[in-house]
């Protein structure tokens, strides 16, 4: 027995396994690093694609932008005040986020901060680039609303900002790639999961940097007050 067991144990392996980790951190990814970034990008869209055009359909109906179109202000100098107002508090918000998500729930940023910092800022350029246009195109605000709140939910849904989008099928996947949460979502989880540096979100940041032209060239094609 004893002489089976010996060459038994002294067999040569017929298989071999080998473990490799499928990202650049040596510890895996936490919920808090699908969470953190899921609220911020859909907290984001929510508050400058329905309460930025909320604010800026009242502002045109009630006279306030009459008076601005009436100064001395170019519409394109308009547009930029109105884009640079709505980025800054969004800016603000971000960076809070971040630091609360970092310090109170040990959030992996790694020498991800910016990578972090040109995604956040696309993004936040592109969701306010969106909500300049609902505020310009929409004449009610309770039609911003009406329209506002489920197109950011489904919008945050599909984009992976509820659930990592790795789980639905394929077809679900590309769908939720052809939205701006989508690429936003997918750059923070190259920067936070999986640990990658600012060249593995270029080409979103690219994305949403265009979109956010794309959007602010239909909004300037409507910059009056409600009639």
Known sequence: FVAQWT????????????????????????????????????????????????????ERKNGAFRRLMASPLTPGRILAGKLLGRIVPATVQVALLFLTGRILFGVHIGSALPGIILLSGAFILCAAAMGLTMGMWMDDRNHVVAAGVPLTLGMAALGGCWWPIEIVGPFMQRLGMTLPTGWAMRGYHELLSFGYGITAVLDNSALLIAAAFVFTAIAARRIRPVR
């Not at 080998?18 to 951190?25: D, G, H, N």
């Open 7 to 58: 060459g038994a144990i002294n067999e040569p392996l017929l298989v071999r396994t080998e473990v490799e980790t499928a990202t650049r951190r040596e510890t895996p990814p936490s919920g808090m690093d699908q969470q953190l970034p899921g609220n911020i990008v859909m907290f984001v869209v929510m508050t400058l694609l329905v309460n930025s055009a909320v604010h800026l359909t009242s």
